[in-house]
């Protein structure tokens, strides 16, 4: 069974700042990971995904990732936040295939100080 | 676009009570899932369903039962409410696989008193 992990559970950082927030996952076989955003009261949506190809993705906003395998990670980063980033993001993995089985980490909550 | 609607957008329930909440999705989505969200304990997956009919067991499905009778609806029972109990249940949708972006209804907040 796969499992994704999410070391920090608070990031702080000021408007300008760079900021990379951590994911690790685990499983034995290929998989699907993905990110997503979520502001305060609102639902979860897309930031981007990766499988196969370039390591690095790009997604909205000026957010990337960048995939590990030896490391068994999918950072997420962004070079300069905005106080809209504040929300909290989550990891996300599942099997490679047609299992649609999706396993979400327990979030880190970004706040960005202006 | 679609849209995926839940409802009611609030329960309140009571202690040992039967509960349900229902969820429609209008992107005629093959696969749909039903997570619990706590404070600091993120998403956990209660059930999936990948077709019209079919029931998959997530994480943490005790206590809970789920129905997928039409490709678009996709409804979660509460057993049995605890007491105290609080949180979010967040439905959602996808093609289905694991490549592609799921998307989120805005949730049903559950309060058993």
């Known amino acids: 069974t796969q499992t994704v992990s999410q070391s920090d559970a608070h990031v702080t950082v000021f408007e300008g700042d760079s900021v990379e927030l951590r994911c690790n996952y685990s499983?034995?076989?290929?998989?699907?990971l993905s990110w997503y955003i979520q502001h305060h009261g609102r639902g979860l949506q897309f930031l981007l995904k990766?499988?196969?190809?370039?390591?690095v993705v790009q997604g909205v906003n000026g957010f990337e990732a960048e995939f590990s395998k030896s490391d068994s990670s999918f950072h997420l980063r962004k070079a300069s936040v905005h106080w809209s980033d504040s929300a909290v993001y989550f990891c996300?993995?599942?099997?490679?295939?047609?299992?649609?089985?999706?396993?979400f980490g327990k979030g880190t909550k970004l706040s960005v100080k202006s | 676009g679609g849209i995926i609607t839940q409802t009611p957008k609030f329960l309140i329930g009571q202690e040992g009570q039967k509960l349900t909440l229902k969820c429609q999705q209008n992107?005629?989505?093959?696969?749909m899932y039903w997570y619990r969200q706590d404070s600091g304990k993120g998403l956990r997956l209660i059930y999936y369903?990948?077709?019209?009919?079919?029931?998959q067991k997530g994480d943490l499905s005790e206590g809970y039962d789920a129905s997928r009778e039409k490709k678009s609806s996709f409804s979660l029972t509460v057993t049995s409410a605890q007491k105290n109990e609080m949180a979010v249940f967040l439905c959602?949708?996808?093609?289905?696989?694991?490549?592609?972006?799921?998307?989120f209804g805005k949730g049903t907040r559950l309060t058993v008193v």
């Open positions: 499983y034995g076989g290929s998989i699907y």
């Open positions: 992107f005629n989505h093959d696969t």
């Open positions: 369903s990948i077709t019209e009919n079919d029931l």
């Open positions: 990766y499988y196969s190809g370039n390591p």
């Open positions: 959602a949708s996808s093609m289905g696989g694991g490549n592609t972006e799921v998307f």
């Open positions: 996300a993995v599942s099997p490679g295939g047609s299992n649609a089985k999706l396993t």
